[in-house]
């Protein structure tokens, strides 16, 4: 909970001093993904579909550079391809701080995200959040275009900087790196700005 609490709080003061240089804009966004896991050990995983919806915001540094946070809830499906028994599919709140980079109506993305897990359930429904880390970081980059002041459309990709499992030889899942790797379609759009 601390670590949520000094999240929210290091996102509200950026907010607030980004706030004084450029209008605000806020807004909505949702995305298709294909996410699996990186492992080095048994778990082969493979590619399979995941969904985000959220809100943003976009707060203006410079006439090119903003800073750009979201909160995501975020649905993601972790399968195998060799035992059925390690599926897992895990719900989060994900809020990457993004720095954004415009030229005309293109724009590139690049920073960190921290995710927190609230749900994990395995094939048979069963509660297996406890397998999770509390805290999970990714790097997220991304590219796309601004058409005019709201909608929005735009490619990311977002890497695991900690593994979403624990490295546990207790666990059914075991030992090892369990890192995401997912690549987004992006369709947002803003209000205000």
Not at 8 to 32: I, R
Not at 43 to 55: K, N, P, R
Not at 152 to 174: E, I
Request: aromatic share 12%.
């Amino acid at each position: 909970m601390k670590k949520t609490l000094t999240t929210l709080a290091l996102l509200l003061g950026a907010a607030g001093a980004a706030q004084a240089q450029h209008a605000p804009s806020f807004g909505l966004t949702a995305a298709y993904g294909r996410d699996r896991i990186l492992s080095n050990n048994q778990y082969t995983s493979v590619s399979h579909s995941a969904y985000q919806a959220g809100l943003t915001a976009d707060f203006g540094l410079s006439d090119n550079l903003s800073f750009h946070p979201e909160v995501l809830y975020s649905m993601r499906y972790f399968d195998t391809s060799n035992d059925e028994d390690l599926n897992r599919d895990v719900t989060s709140i994900d809020v990457p701080l993004l720095a954004r980079y415009r030229v005309g109506g293109l724009f590139f993305e690049a920073g960190p995200e921290v995710g927190f897990p609230i749900k994990a359930v395995n094939e048979d429904a069963d509660n297996v959040k406890d397998e999770l880390n509390s805290v999970v970081l990714n790097y997220v980059a991304g590219v796309g275009y601004r058409f005019g002041k709201g909608p929005s459309l735009g490619v990311r990709y977002d890497g695991g900087a900690s593994n979403v499992f624990k490295s546990n030889t207790a666990t059914v899942l075991g030992a090892g790196k369990f890192k995401t790797s997912a690549v987004w379609l992006v369709l947002a759009y803003s209000f205000g700005g």
